[in-house]
Structures are given as C-alpha cells and as structure tokens.
C-alpha cells in the first residue's frame, strides 16, 4: 500500500507521534527510551517556551492506519535573525525501512517549508541546542546516552537519497578514567587558578547551586553563541531549565569556577550514565520506574558530560583543565572508570585536545544534512 500523510492536530495524535520511536526500538538494545512525559511535553506549545520564537508542525506517514514514519517541521525565527537565513528544520524524523515513507515526510516538510518562504531544510535538529541533533552515521552498536538520537544505519541512505548532504559533523568519544589524575591536568588546573585568580565552588547541596543555577546557563548562551546551529535561550527557557533539572543534578558532578567577585566563570556539567536505568524502565518513570533511575545515580560505573562552557573572554586560558581535573576527583571517588562526551563539533580541535591526557576512542559520529529547497 503507498504510505499517506497524516497532519498531528490533537493531542491524541500526538501522542500517537510520541509513542511511534518506542514500537519501532523496542527490541534494540542500544536504544536509549527518552522519558516519555518529557517527549511529549517538548512538542508542546504551552509546555515549551521555544514557542515564543518557534513555528512547528509534525506529520505521521500511515500504512493505512498503520504508523510507518513521523517527522517535525520546525522554522527558529530567533535563528534565521541570528545567522541571517531563511531555514527551517526537520527533526524527530523516524521511519521503517521504506524509501517511499522517508521520502514522503521530508518532501511534506521541504513543501511546507517553501510555503513559508524558506530556503533550505536542514537536520535532524530540534527547537533549540539542547535537544537531540544529528544523525547518527557512525556507532549504531555502541549505547546511546539519555538525550541523543539513536537510528538505524538506513536512516543516513535516506536522507541522502533525497537529495540533502552533509551539513556538519559531530563526534564523541569514550574516555577511561584512572585513578591517578594526569599529572599534567593537575599542574594545569593549579596554574590556571592562580594566574586567573579563580576559584571553584565548593557545592555540597543541590541548594548551594541553585543560586548561580541561572548565571550557568547565561555563560552557556555566551560560550556556544557562535557555534553551529547555536540559538541562545530566553529567559523563560533558563527558567525552565532550572525548574526541570537542577532539583536532580548530584552537585559534585557540576564543578563551577567563579572570579573573585563569585562570577561563574565557567561550569561543567555531568552525570552517572542513565542510558542503563531508561532501559529497564522503558521510559517511564512512575509507578517505580524511578527506582532504577535511583539506583544508577548511586551505583553506575559509567558517566556521561553533557555540557561545559568558558565565558569567551576567559578562554584559552587553561579553565578546561580546572573542570576536568573537578570531574576527575569526582569520578575517583564515584568509582566512574568510563565517561562518554556526547557531542563535539569535529573541527572543535580545541575541546578534543584536552581528551590526549586520556585513553580515549572516537566512537560514534552524528551528521547534521542540508538541502536547498528554493
């Protein structure tokens, strides 16, 4: 039967579009199942404040009532101010193994982007950085992390098929962690405190991060302004942000460095892998899905970064070897003998650097695609 489009117009739909990534996975054992309630809360107009520079559309592939395929349209007005373009985004692009499915979604989004008076279609990229991005293209037998797409190999065949190419490459690594710190990241971290007259917060309590909770993200916003693809987060956005996860993150796992007038400088932020624990719960944490979340955040060998930034003024000045040898202390004492980076730009030379102190592997490898649509 040829695949038909279905708009997602209620609510019922779209949970219908959520839940669609959970059948076609559910015997993968990479897969990584992203909360449920958060999925479908992020699509959400009233839920997301993204919607206050944001336009999005999703679209369901049938097999008569049958779900083959799904896929966002999203045009970031605040980016195509920024960056001086006339963009939209495709994202939460999932499909069976059918040319006839991908292609009709995409051709869906690139006509309903075009009637919007854009002139490229690139992706997979969400509202804003923090959400999932890119393709993956390499390191489909490697686990995913909590917030990263994991697709089949096909995925990658697909898109390139229908006419779009590389746009940009992200890679991420695996990095063993020693019980001995490199004595060079310690000599560095030392000389970069003294001659910068900085110090790190000594945070016990989720509620002695709290009040720096939103200067973090503000060093985000100005540390990442010019990478690829980059938006910076409203304030409404850092609101919810802080609300959604600052009452969960394990303060020894967030080294922030301040100046001397307690200004954060720069921030790491990581934590204990939940990749094992969303596994076992499927993605949902109630009624005792959350007991496994629980037990990894005492209890997980493994650990993943998912974030650092540096003020740009105060970069290259030796600051990422103040949070890596933070982290360090703290997967010692965790017992953390594997940590995965997430994503980095692959011409990034500067952030991969600090990982040759390290015994490391490039393991998986994300593509962002890009299509002239005028």
């Keep these: 039967m040829k695949p038909t489009i279905g708009e997602v117009r209620t609510l019922h739909d779209l949970r219908r579009f959520v839940a669609f990534q959970y059948d076609l996975y559910r015997d993968n054992r990479y897969w990584v199942p992203p909360p449920r309630r958060d999925e479908l809360d992020g699509l959400r107009e009233a839920k997301n404040p993204a919607f206050e520079f944001c336009e999005a559309k999703y679209w369901l592939a049938l097999d008569g009532r049958r779900i083959v395929g799904r896929i966002a349209g999203i045009i970031n007005n605040r980016y195509n101010e920024r ?119 000594q945070a016990r309590q ?8 939103r200067e973090i993200f503000q060093v985000l916003n100005d540390g990442f302004r010019e990478l690829y693809g980059f938006v910076e987060l409203s304030d409404k956005q850092i609101d919810k942000y802080v609300e ?22 720069a921030f790491g932020i990581a934590m204990p892998s939940l990749s094992r624990a969303f596994q076992k719960n499927k993605g949902r944490l109630f009624p005792f899905g959350f007991l496994h979340v629980l037990w990894a955040m005492k209890y997980e060998r493994n650990a993943d970064l998912y974030l650092t930034a540096v003020r740009p003024e105060a970069q290259n000045k030796g600051i990422n070897a103040i949070l890596i040898h933070e982290m360090h202390k703290t997967f010692v004492r965790r017992g953390v003998d594997k940590v995965e980076t997430n994503r980095e730009l692959e011409e990034n030379a500067k952030v991969q650097a600090q990982w040759r102190f390290y015994e490391h592997r490039q393991h998986k490898r994300r593509r962002c695609y890009r299509k002239e649509i005028a």
Excluded: C
């Excluded at 390499?138 to 065949?157: C, D, K, R, W």
């Excluded at 989720?206 to 909770?213: G, I, N, Q, S, T």
């Design 83 to 201: 960056w001086h373009a006339k963009a939209a985004r495709f994202g939460w692009f999932d499909f069976i193994d059918d040319a006839g499915v991908s292609t009709l979604l995409l051709r869906t989004v690139e006509e309903w982007a075009r009637l919007r008076g854009m002139t490229s279609l690139h992706g997979p990229l969400g509202f804003t950085d923090l959400d999932g991005e890119g393709t993956l293209v390499e390191g489909f037998e490697e686990v995913s992390t909590l917030g990263a797409i994991y697709n089949f190999p096909y995925y990658g065949e697909h898109i390139e098929r229908a006419g779009f190419s590389k746009d940009a490459d992200w890679v991420e690594f695996q990095v063993t962690m020693k019980k001995e710190i490199p004595e060079k990241i310690s000599r560095l971290s030392e000389i970069a405190l003294q001659r910068n007259r900085l110090h790190v917060l």
């Design 206 to 213: 989720r509620k002695d991060l709290l009040p720096y909770a």
């Design 244 to 265: 959604q996860y600052f009452g969960y993150i394990l303060p020894d796992f967030v080294p922030v460095v301040l100046d001397e007038s307690n200004r954060v400088v």
